[in-house]
């Protein structure tokens, strides 16, 4: 594994090492990716490996119009959830980078803790906010602002996407926040002495050396709402199906599990173009150090 | 923007004080409403409680389920945590072309939707012959673990000067020396901050570990099982709040120890 000549343990001590990060990287994270894409082209006859191979599955989702419904909305939804956490995040960013002073601190432990707590709590009091006989509806009423409870809260692709918004918020502080960081402060003196206003110092110098900070966090938030499937079965309703619903009803109750690996192939796909474009805008806005 | 923005409005710091409050409110209702008197989560509160946690320890099946994902973070965080270590260290000092390709791969999970890891997994284990288990849901948390544990390690590892496994290694320690006793001392904090940081992960995990769980539920499990009665939310808030506040806490030594290692 390991060819070039160790200096004094030989090369023993360093194959040693590494065994676990080559076992469990080739042996569980690529081995398993390349059982799921195997499995996309296989049938439905119970086998995991051996057996006839088929485009059956592949064909079938992408040219089934329910698929294509339901990954469109997964990316509508999860595009709108990305576009809302970034844009919220970034005063936020902002403020950690150039204005918290000793505050920061404490600012950055504050909106990472989120991070660490459960999701489906998060989730869950998503739904005990919006529910029927909830909290948004029974404080609403002994405010006396509104009549009656209102149904409209729950159960719609809007209650996924403010839940998701809110669930993956912290995602993308931390990646702007540290692209922002190192920006040079002589550089936006600079601008401001040359007689950029404050719109274009940001609009031309700020903003595109951030690019690199906003596009990770984008991809962090957009890769796991991309593929939920517990935010639309908590608080979505039958109208808000995502991809990975059906991904995980493959491997449940509709118990097809060749057809759910190849769902999930053709979301990776997705996952590999969207990549594929942040590399690309990066490339164009980004780093232009 | 230097000067001009330091004396800025007051309307930035109070966009992030409505961003922190947000993002805390609906999280404080658990607990909340974990002490109110009444089944429905809802205004007007009716009292105060203690009788959803009684009910909690009460439950012989929450303790088992406790139990599972004590043993299940316990055992992926170590796991994750070793492996990460010898991933960043062979990436960061010897560095050939293998360990990059390695660490690399290792933080690949992260560009993969939870739902993905979990079928992989699945499959993998079933293959393996031992399917829904206790080991399954290690497997699958030590792959959701490892790209922040190596992340963190590596930072860490990055920042000790090369010099310093240079003079070692010329002072005539071994690999294994160099690792022991220059490299590990100074990265420790940043061991224990992964360590800490993917027993948390671990612990709270639902996502993959819904595919992989055999007959004893974790935790999340538990709770996502009992989401479906409406009676039993009350005492799903009290075991929430006391899961938020156990994750607040192992949150805080982590970034306590994050910050030891930057001295």
């Known amino acids: 594994m390991e060819r070039r000549p160790a200096l004094a343990d030989g090369p023993g001590f360093r194959v040693a090492l590494s065994v676990p990060g080559v076992a469990v990287t080739f042996g569980l994270v690529l081995f398993a990716l390349l059982l799921v894409v195997g499995l996309a082209f296989r049938t439905n006859d119970g086998g995991l490996l051996a057996g006839p191979l088929t485009l059956a599955n592949l064909v079938a989702i992408f040219t089934d119009r329910l ?6 909305r997964s990316l509508w939804i999860a595009g709108l959830v990305t576009l809302a956490t970034v844009v919220t995040a970034y005063p936020v960013a902002w403020y950690l980078a150039f204005h918290a002073g000793h505050r920061r601190g404490l600012i950055l432990f504050l909106v990472t803790l989120p991070f660490w707590t459960s999701y489906l709590l998060r989730v869950f009091a998503w739904k005990i906010v919006l529910a029927y006989n909830g909290v948004l509806n029974s404080a609403m009423m002994s405010l006396g602002l509104w009549e009656t409870p209102s149904t409209a809260l729950l159960n719609n692709p809007a209650a996924v996407v403010v839940t998701l918004a809110h669930a993956y918020a912290p995602f993308a502080i931390l990646p702007i926040f540290v692209s922002l960081q190192t920006i040079p402060r002589s550089l936006l003196e600079v601008s401001s002495d040359l007689g950029a206003s404050r719109a274009q110092v940001f609009r031309r110098v700020v903003l595109p050396l951030s690019m690199p900070g906003v596009l990770g966090g984008a991809l962090v938030v957009f890769v796991p709402t991309l593929g939920d499937y517990v935010t639309p079965s908590l608080v979505g309703g039958p109208g808000s199906i995502m991809i990975g619903n059906q991904i995980q009803a ?40 | 923007m230097g000067q001009p923005d330091m004396k800025a409005s007051h309307l930035l710091p109070a966009y992030v004080g409505t961003y922190i409050l947000f993002l805390y409110l609906p999280v404080a209702l658990i607990p909340l409403f974990s002490f109110n008197d009444s089944i429905q989560a809802a205004f007007p509160l009716q009292g105060v409680t203690l009788g959803w946690y009684r009910i909690l320890l009460d439950t012989p099946a929450i303790r088992g389920a406790l139990i599972n994902s004590l043993i299940i973070a316990m055992v992926a965080a170590a796991i994750a945590t070793l492996t990460a270590t010898a991933i960043a260290y062979l990436d ?51 792959l959701i673990c490892l790209p922040a544990a190596v992340t963190v390690i590596r930072a860490r590892m990055a920042a000790i000067p090369r010099s310093m496994a240079e003079v070692a290694s010329d002072l005539g320690a071994s690999d294994w020396q160099v690792l022991r006793r220059a490299i590990l001392p100074l990265a420790w904090s940043a061991i224990g901050s992964a360590f800490t940081l993917s027993f948390l992960t671990s612990f709270d995990e639902f996502i993959v570990a819904y595919f992989l769980a055999g007959t004893d539920p974790t935790l999340p499990i538990y709770i996502w099982s009992q989401l479906r009665f409406p009676k039993s939310l009350p005492v799903v808030m009290a075991l929430g709040s006391l899961i938020l506040l156990t994750s607040v806490t192992l949150a805080a030594l982590a970034e306590a120890l994050r910050r030891r290692s930057k001295i």
């Not at chain 1, 698929?67 to 469109?72: D, E, K, Q, R, T």
């Open chain 1, 67 to 72: 698929y294509a419904i339901i990954m469109l």
């Open chain 2, 92 to 142: 960061v000092f010897p560095r050939p072309v293998l360990s990059r390709l390695v660490a690399g791969l290792a933080r690949l999970p992260i560009l993969i939707p939870g739902v993905i890891v979990g079928i992989a997994t699945l499959i993998l284990v079933n293959l393996a012959g031992f399917g829904p288990s206790r080991p399954a849901i290690v497997i699958g948390h030590v």
């Open chain 1, 250 to 289: 493959q491997f449940g109750k509709a118990n097809d599990w060749p057809f759910g690996a190849a769902l999930a192939v053709a979301t990776m796909l997705v996952i590999l173009i969207a990549v594929a474009l942040v590399r690309q805008a990066d490339r164009r806005w980004g780093s232009r150090t």
